[in-house]
């Protein structure tokens, strides 16, 4: 599990980075692959999927950006990469407001993990979270992703996208997207 500090120097960071973006993108180029570009950037054509539990978080998707391609986080339980969250909430179980407060430290968990990728992203690429539909506070989710600025959703419902966002985060996303 990756639970290293959102504050840590990104281990190929400045030079280094920009080489290995440089040699990803030729080899995407040689394979026949072309850039694409979004959101007024030149991206190497490679998405990291979000690939649930404490696999995609802030750590890979960060990396991934940094090398000029879309990193993804998954939204799913990314408390448990943090332990003062974990502590809070671990033994919560019999407890009448648990999931109320499990909620709250995933949320506040997906925050640091966006905040996370954006630093080791160093400018480059595009962060994404991938919020599952099948997540009971799913509005929460998208909400708070779009709030924290996130460059794009993966999401498997449409519907349950649009009720959620009349938030003005939403709003906010929508308008910096055009």
């Not at 708070?144 to 009349?166: E, I, K, P, Y």
């Amino acid at each position: 599990m990756d639970k290293s500090s959102p504050t840590e120097p990104a281990p190929a960071g400045g030079a280094d980075a920009a080489a290995l973006a440089a040699r990803l993108a030729t080899l995407c180029a040689d394979s026949g692959l072309r850039p694409w570009r979004l959101a007024s950037r030149t991206l190497v054509p490679v998405v990291q999927g979000g690939m649930g539990v404490a696999v995609s978080a802030g750590g890979l998707a960060g990396a991934v950006a940094r090398l000029g391609g879309v990193g993804t986080i998954s939204s799913v339980d990314l408390r448990r990469l943090h332990p003062d969250l974990m502590a809070e909430t671990e033994s919560l179980c019999k407890e009448a407001d648990a999931k109320a407060r499990i909620d709250a430290a995933n949320l506040e968990a997906l925050a640091r993990e966006i905040a996370r990728a954006r630093l080791l992203s160093e400018g480059r690429g595009l962060i994404a979270v991938n919020v599952m539909k099948a997540l009971s506070e799913y509005p929460a989710y998208v909400r708070r992703a779009l709030a924290c600025g996130v460059d794009a959703l993966v999401s498997t419902s449409r519907s349950r996208f649009r009720r959620c966002c009349s938030s003005s985060a939403a709003q906010a996303w929508s308008a910096r997207s055009r």
